[in-house]
């Protein structure tokens, strides 16, 4: 795949450094043909990447916001991948906004720590809705885990975030989990990945 950005198109240097981890939690874990949906795709790069190298997977890309909306399409008419469909318009927050499913996955990479957590209480009821019987939603990102030593870094992470929109910053994983339970997802695993991040999964029976 040509990594170059296409005109209209924006790019996220962790895009580079994080997609193979989030790529190996996946493919194991996706059934044969899955249907994903993609929720803050932001700039699409993961989109077209794991598209790439997911052909079987049906992958649909997602943001709220209209300049990512822009960057994801530039990507995917420049991949020009069958799998790829067209970015749509979902606020996590807005049930109004979720298409209606079934999805086999959801993919949420890097959002709910850089969002209220309004958008996460959102996830967690759009994933119960749409999810299929069985269907996974995997989170990646940094977390807070009571019996977990939080690394300096993130720590810093975390303080530079709420500086930045106090309704910001990183999840404990606990109450993520009690949120997901109470919409019908259980916890499923949890993946430690390069860089002190997790990939998250939980399941719908």
Same mark, same amino acid.
């Given at each position: 795949m040509n990594d170059?950005?296409? @005109?209209? $198109?924006?790019?996220?240097?962790?895009?580079? +450094?994080?997609?193979?981890?989030?790529?190996? =939690? %996946?493919?194991?874990?996706?059934?044969?043909?899955?249907?994903?949906l993609e929720v803050a795709s932001g700039a699409g790069e993961h989109a077209?990447? @794991?598209? $790439?190298?997911?052909?079987?997977?049906?992958? +649909?890309?997602?943001?709220?916001?209209?300049? =990512? %909306?822009?960057?994801?399409?530039?990507?995917?008419?420049?991949?020009?991948?069958?799998?790829?469909?067209a970015p749509v318009r979902l606020d996590a927050a807005d049930p109004s906004t979720w298409p209606p499913g079934p999805f086999d996955a959801i993919v949420c990479i890097n959002m709910i720590h850089i969002s209220?957590?309004?958008?996460?209480?959102?996830?967690?009821?759009?994933?119960?809705?749409?999810?299929?019987p069985r269907g996974r939603l995997f989170l990646y990102g940094p977390f807070l885990e009571p019996d977990v030593p939080t690394a300096p870094s993130n720590l810093a992470f975390d303080e530079s975030l709420k500086s930045r929109d106090p309704a910001?910053?990183?999840?404990?994983?606990?109450?993520?989990?009690?949120?997901?339970?109470?919409?019908?997802?259980?916890?499923?695993?949890?993946?430690?990945?390069p860089a002190n991040n997790l990939v998250v999964v939980f399941e719908r029976p």
């Open positions: 170059t950005p296409p @005109l209209g $198109a924006r790019t996220a240097p962790s895009t580079a +450094r994080n997609r193979q981890p989030i790529l190996d =939690a %996946l493919r194991p874990r996706l059934p044969p043909g899955a249907k994903v077209v990447f @794991l598209a $790439a190298v997911l052909p079987e997977v049906h992958w +649909r890309p997602t943001d709220r916001e209209p300049e =990512a %909306l822009e960057s994801i399409e530039a990507w995917r008419k420049h991949a020009q991948l069958p799998n790829l469909a209220p957590w309004t958008a996460t209480q959102g996830l967690m009821a759009g994933a119960g809705r749409v999810l299929a910001w910053g990183l999840r404990n994983l606990g109450e993520v989990t009690a949120l997901a339970a109470a919409h019908g997802l259980g916890l499923a695993e949890r993946i430690a990945v």
